[in-house]
């Protein structure tokens, strides 16, 4: 057996955000625009009556995603609302459209369910920590990915996991 190459560089992290980073957040995100990215924003704060998938809400948040991805030039592949909690299965093109995607959908979304207005500051933070991201590799990693989220999604509408068997279920180009 040949003997294995050893690398110099240090290996670059795939994931941030979420509580890996909580206390810790100078640092630059890893994003890859040609690859995809698990990106997920929790909020404890929207439960009950405050939840992104009350009827008051919902159909909103579902627009304004579009229309946010839109805009900024990202592709979403899957996203599940759960509630509390929103998980993206996406792909952008800059780094720069990535991040105003990202504050455009956590501010219209905070600002829709507290109520609050541009200058008014919450008692409270509507967002747990910084969204976490994972770069994902294509293939069985982005498949798995995709299973995960319509999984979640069902989860996030009171249907348990076990009545649906998953294999095959996110079938090819959809």
Request: net charge positive; glycine share 10%; hydrophobic share 40%.
């Amino acid at each position: 057996m040949p003997p294995r190459q050893f690398s110099f560089l240090p290996k670059t992290p795939l994931e941030h955000g979420g509580a890996l980073r909580k206390g810790r957040r100078k640092i630059a995100r890893p994003l890859d625009p040609k690859r995809a990215v698990h990106l997920v924003m929790r909020s404890t704060f929207a439960r009950g009556e405050r939840s992104m998938l009350h009827r008051k809400y919902k159909a909103y948040i579902h627009v304004m995603i579009e229309d946010a991805a839109e805009a900024h030039g990202v592709r979403i592949y899957r996203y599940s609302n759960v509630g509390n909690h929103l998980h993206f299965l996406l792909k952008f093109k800059t780094r720069a459209g990535f991040r105003a995607f990202t504050r455009q959908i956590a501010g219209a979304i905070a600002m829709m369910i507290t109520g609050a207005r541009k200058g008014d500051s919450l008692s409270k933070p509507f967002w747990d920590l910084l969204p976490y991201t994972r770069i994902v590799s294509w293939g069985r990693e982005f498949e798995t990915l995709k299973t995960y989220l319509i999984r979640n999604l069902l989860e996030g509408y009171g249907i348990p996991n076990r009545h649906f068997k998953m294999t095959g279920f996110a079938g090819r180009g959809s």
